[in-house]
Nanobody, 111 residues
Framework: QVQLVESGGGLVQAGGSLRLSCAAS????????INWYRQAPGKQREFVAG???????NYADSVKGRFTISRDNAKNTVYLQMNSLKPEDTAVYYC?????WGRGTQVTVSS
């Protein structure tokens, strides 16, 4: 059974940073694509960053140059380093892998 557990969300001022973590179990982590998505109030869930099985990482245009996705295969964990945060980054951030969603972690950026 695949389980994804996000952590690291919180309240931060604009311009600040947060690092989200997604701990995965029940998958062959090193060969599994793992992505971050987010959903703001009243909006559809949207892609943020992806760590594919092969190839380079990819990002939504809105976060390029500010967010970095990385993975630690020894810890079965994917990270999302978020810098220069903006109020429009406020959302629940979700981890996705193997057709499974985590429960999400709230990120709130105050102006």
């Amino acid at each position: 059974q695949v389980q994804l557990v996000e952590s690291g969300g919180g309240l931060v001022q604009a311009g600040g940073s947060l690092r989200l973590s997604c701990a995965a179990s029940g998958i062959f982590f090193s060969i599994t694509e793992i992505n971050w998505y987010r959903q703001a109030p009243g909006k559809q869930r949207e892609f943020v960053a992806g760590s594919p099985r092969l190839g380079t990482t990819n990002y939504a245009d809105s976060v390029k140059g500010r967010f970095t996705i990385s993975r630690d295969n020894a810890k079965n964990t994917v990270y999302l380093q978020m810098n220069s945060l903006k109020p429009e980054d406020t959302a629940v951030y979700y981890c996705w892998a193997a057709n499974t969603w985590g429960r999400g972690t709230q990120v709130t950026v105050s102006s």
